[in-house]
């Protein structure tokens, strides 16, 4: 009853403020790139929907310089959380690539779209294949950095899962991003995939050394997949 109660007041104050969020973003895409408009507007509202929610929030480790890019920040993926967690701690730009079923929400969809972000599906390895490569403008074309989940899929039961081969082929191919481990701590507990329950907690984005383009040079896909699941592993300890 107490969780049902506390769920009730943060959807309460969370669902105003995060549609203001997506309203104020979606309109400064029309006056410029959102790399442009993403600091303090992405960094403060993630913050605050954290806040709301009755998250405290912390960040460890260093955010790598954006000078030193591009950089693809791989974590593990928990929950609705993670999205905030990330945007709370990095402080530029970074673009993604997202399962395809985000992009039909309604609002939060159309503002992916107006960030930036490409969309992938899970069930259709040709399409996804071709997302990637076209996603190669991000890290190459635009030298943004961008946040990719090697997992594909919030966790169900807490632990993490199997890390996808998909995202390492496209680092290989591309050559140029660094891959920074994130750990995310707390968001399965803040918010399980299968409820809409939010128990209030703490929340904490972990930051590991990067694997940098010389580090991976000489590694196979599944080397280099297997070395930074052991990298995010030892962040969440």
């Not at 040709?126 to 403008?137: R, V, W, Y």
Request: hydrophobic share 45%; net charge positive; proline share 5%.
């Amino acid at each position: 009853m107490i969780k049902t109660v506390i769920s009730a007041i943060v959807f309460a104050l969370f669902l105003p403020i995060f549609v203001l969020f997506l309203i104020v973003g979606i309109v400064c895409s029309y006056f410029t790139h959102m790399r442009n408009a993403y600091y303090p507007l992405i960094p403060l509202s993630a913050k605050l929907l954290m806040l709301v929610s009755f998250q405290s929030f912390s960040v460890k480790g260093q955010v790598p310089k954006q000078e030193n890019g591009p950089y693809i920040f791989m974590f593990n993926h928990e929950s609705m959380f993670d999205v905030f967690m990330l945007g709370g701690a990095i402080p530029y730009y970074v673009n993604a690539i997202g399962w395809e079923g985000i992009f039909k929400w309604p609002l939060f969809g159309f503002f992916v779209k107006r960030y930036g972000a490409y969309p992938i599906t899970h069930d259709n390895t040709d399409q996804a294949k071709a997302t990637l490569k076209a996603a190669e403008k991000i890290l190459v074309k635009d030298g943004d950095s961008m946040v990719f989940s090697p997992e594909g899929q919030r966790t169900l039961t807490g632990e993490m899962g199997e890390f996808k081969k998909g995202g390492f082929h496209f680092v290989k191919s591309t050559n140029v991003a660094s891959i920074v481990p994130v750990g995310l701590i707390g968001a399965y507990r803040a918010n399980v995939r299968t409820s809409w329950v939010v128990n209030p907690g703490k929340l904490i984005t972990v930051f590991g050394e990067p694997i940098t383009p010389d580090d991976y040079k000489d590694l196979t896909v599944e080397e280099l997949r297997d070395l930074t699941k052991k990298r995010v592993s030892e962040l969440l300890v």
